[in-house]
């Protein structure tokens, strides 16, 4: 596992001007939820449902892992930052 945790911390981070058409999210169950030009989909959990991991994929490239609470990648800090950066300027 470690290998694939090094692996995954080389990606780089997705360029700040990125606009996703497909967004999903996993865990160990599959598919959580989905969002496309066409609709959305959304997979339904038991009560209590624990996730081992949350998966979130954008156009089918991995953006950001969570594993037992810890982030091991996180590839959306320019998109959070752009969209900051777009909200200020949209009020001013």
């Given at each position: 596992m470690k290998r694939g945790v090094h692996q995954i911390e080389q990606l780089p981070d997705l360029p700040a001007d990125y606009e996703p058409e497909v967004i999903e999210f996993f865990d160990q169950e599959g598919l959580l939820l989905t969002?496309?030009?066409?609709?959305?989909?959304?997979?339904?959990?038991?009560?209590?449902?624990?996730?081992?991991?949350l998966a979130v994929y954008l156009d089918g490239q991995l953006a950001f892992f969570l594993e037992k609470g810890e982030i091991l990648l996180n590839r959306l800090n320019?998109?959070?930052?752009?969209?900051?950066?777009?909200?200020?300027?949209?009020t001013h």
């Open positions: 969002q496309t030009p066409l609709g959305s989909f959304e997979s339904d959990r038991p009560g209590g449902h624990q996730g081992e991991y320019n998109l959070a930052n752009f969209q900051m950066r777009n909200l200020f300027n949209d």
